[in-house]
């Protein structure tokens, strides 16, 4: 129900642009996520959005690089990543808030329908 598409391998500097398309649910009524896990660390957050798109969060990491944002209309939230560094090649998943649709939650843990993932890799 969650799709994530978009990784690649780029090189330090360059950019991609993720996407997740939700089917299957009422989008709108959801906040959503990204979360990325690189070997052998655990799965960490990377940003969020509400269900209206007027609250987002961002870890500290990626302040002013990455973007999300989201079209209700298409079911799609996108993750905007510019200036990549090799520090964050992972597998980035997108995931659905049910609980705290209202807000940008950071936790995983209150995440709980995911996607499959999409792997990013920067190369130096």
């Known amino acids: 129900q969650l799709q994530a598409s978009g990784g690649g391998s780029v090189q330090a500097g360059g950019s991609l642009r993720l996407s997740c398309a939700v089917s299957g649910r009422t989008f709108s009524n959801y906040a959503l996520g990204w979360f990325c896990q690189a070997p052998g660390k655990e799965r960490e957050f990377v940003a969020a959005i509400s269900w209206s798109g007027g609250s987002t969060s961002y870890a500290d990491s990626v302040k002013g690089r990455f973007a999300i944002s989201r079209a209700n209309a298409r079911n799609t939230v996108t993750l905007q990543m510019n200036s990549l560094e090799p520090e964050d090649t992972a597998v980035y998943y997108c995931?659905?808030?049910?609980?705290?649709?209202?807000?940008?939650?950071?936790?995983?843990?209150?995440?709980?329908?995911w996607g499959q993932g999409t792997l990013v890799t920067v190369s130096s």
């Open positions: 995931a659905l808030n049910r609980v705290y649709w209202y807000s940008a939650d950071i936790r995983p843990a209150t995440y709980d329908v």
